[in-house]
């Protein structure tokens, strides 16, 4: 994304005439998406508008990369379309004046919300700004307070907070990540590594090497290191082809390196016995195994 561009977009913006829209929004026990927006006053708006552009400016001399599901690079940020983003579709419709709730939030729907959206209109395009919560725990025991002239009131103790940091910035397709966790968490990413992964799976399926396989698969799908490693493989589909049709090299590796894994019908498929085997076979399958050059060290990518 071209952050400078973004920060002169944002810049340009009069403060007295500002057009923006705040969405809370929470995921439904159905899957769906309920997102709220109450009206903001004017100074909130370019209060908003001002911590968004600091925070945006921090990150301009960062290097970005394409997001990987396994992790990012720390100084990095990561980028990646709307349409890698399964969910990102069905959290924009609930901001829809179809389906928003234009009304006050309910007491007990506020403890419930897990992000906010401030979506700026610009005569560029909207751009839009994500941000999980910050609630306020409750006091084990009294409550909070404020001065209101000469008097001390109690504060309702359903609060939230908006810090000075953005997670997610969406502009003309583009997703700009600032925290990888957080991407995550807002779109609900896990069921997509679950999608991806059980894709992934279909295609090694298909290379009949690995043994009980409907046991690995379930395992696979259970945790979520794999699944995002074998989301990251998806799109290393030749890599799969070339593994297993290498299968003496596999074997040459799983000699060396002293791995817990049995094999069968003539050393031609892998015995998949229990969990404590994922870690390793999604190395193999990720060729993950190395030699170094210069002291010809054998070694591993222990992030998978």
Known sequence: MDIENLLTILNNLDDSDLDTRLYFTRKKQNGRYQSYS???SEDL???LKNIIVSAVAEVQDSEQRQFSPVGTIEG???TCTMDEINNFRDIIESMNDDFVNRKKIPDDEISKLTFYCFKIFSPEGDILFFRRVTKFNKLKKGFFGKF???DFKKLNDTLLGIDPSVDIVVFQGEVLI???ISLERIFSISDQYRQK???TLDLVNRTNRITNFTQFREDCLSDG???RALTKLLNEEERIHQVFENFENVLHVIDIFGLNIDLAEQNTKLVYEDKSQLMDITRLMRDSFYVTYINNRDGFDEGI
């Open 178 to 180: 600032l925290s990888h």
């Open 45 to 47: 708006q370019v209060e």
């Open 76 to 78: 990095c940020v990561e």
């Open 225 to 227: 290191r794999v699944t």
């Open 38 to 40: 109450p009206t903001i």
């Open 148 to 150: 209101s002239g000469d």
């Open 197 to 199: 992964a059980g894709q």
